[in-house]
T-cell receptor, first 115, second 114 residues
Framework: GNSVTQMEGPVTLSEEAFLTINCTYT??????LFWYVQYPGEGLQLLLK?????DKGSNKGFEATYRKETTSFHLEKGSVQVSDSAVYFC??????????????FGKGTTLSVSS | DTAVSQTPKYLVTQMGNDKSIKCEQN?????MYWYKQDSKKFLKIMFS???????INETVPNRFSPKSPDKAHLNLHINSLELGDSAVYFC?????????????FGPGTRLTVT
């Protein structure tokens, strides 16, 4: 079945450091891929998305490229800020699913940025 | 205006009680979901509804019963609460059809069973 594997956290960085959070997936066909962010005490917000190979999603300085050859969707940011401290989830929606098909989430990676 | 709202935000109750969590979306979406987030932050689908019809019913105890009175609302009723039900429950919605089917999440309901 479909699955998502994320790097284990927590990730601790200093402000302005470069961020990479690895995400790989297993799926048939052409799934859609997402990164969601959960700030402390809040719900999940969609950070970025990609629907086909070589698509690059980007938002708020974060980027991720859909790599079908390596089945990866790694999240990157060139210079993190304290306000980026949160839990980041990689997620997948299976290709061709009926309405109501759920997202499959990775286990989440906690990012802590210090000034 | 809040897109996906849930009430209550916090719910503390004793084992054996029955409780409900309500969810409403004002996005005009046809599909709604309930996810459970455990203490390790892992998120897992519980149910999904499309136009008030149950689509997904994962391996969830029968004590959990979703109800969708209309496509803007999806409530979750839990009978005979157990300690292991303590978690954060998230409601979400999406619009099926051509596109990415991205899901919009509510703020969550933190359920604590004592």
């Amino acid at each position: 079945g479909n699955s998502v594997t994320q790097m284990e956290g927590p990730v601790t960085l200093s402000e302005e450091a470069f961020l990479t959070i690895n995400c790989t997936y297993t799926a048939t066909g052409y799934p859609s891929l997402f990164w969601y962010v959960q700030y402390p005490g809040e719900g999940l917000q969609l950070l970025l998305k990609a629907t086909k190979a070589d698509d690059k999603g980007s938002n708020k300085g974060f980027e991720a490229t859909y790599r079908k050859e390596t089945t990866s969707f790694h999240l990157e940011k060139g210079s993190v800020q304290v306000s980026d401290s949160a839990v980041y989830f990689c997620a997948l929606k299976g290709w061709g699913g009926q309405a109501g098909t759920a997202l499959i989430f990775g286990k989440g990676t906690t990012l802590s940025v210090s000034s | 205006d809040t897109a996906v709202s849930q009430t209550p935000k916090y719910l503390v109750t004793q084992m054996g009680n029955d409780k409900s969590i309500k969810c409403e979306q004002n996005l005009g979406h046809d599909t709604m979901y309930w996810y459970k987030q455990d203490s390790k932050k892992f998120l897992k689908i519980m149910f999904s509804y499309n136009n008030k019809e149950l689509i997904i019913n994962e391996t969830v105890p029968n004590r959990f019963s979703p109800k969708s009175p209309d496509k803007a609302h999806l409530n979750l009723h839990i009978n005979s609460l157990e300690l292991g039900d303590s978690a954060v429950y998230f409601c979400a919605s999406s619009q099926p059809g051509q596109g990415i089917y991205e899901q919009y999440f509510g703020p969550g309901t933190r359920l604590t069973v004592t």
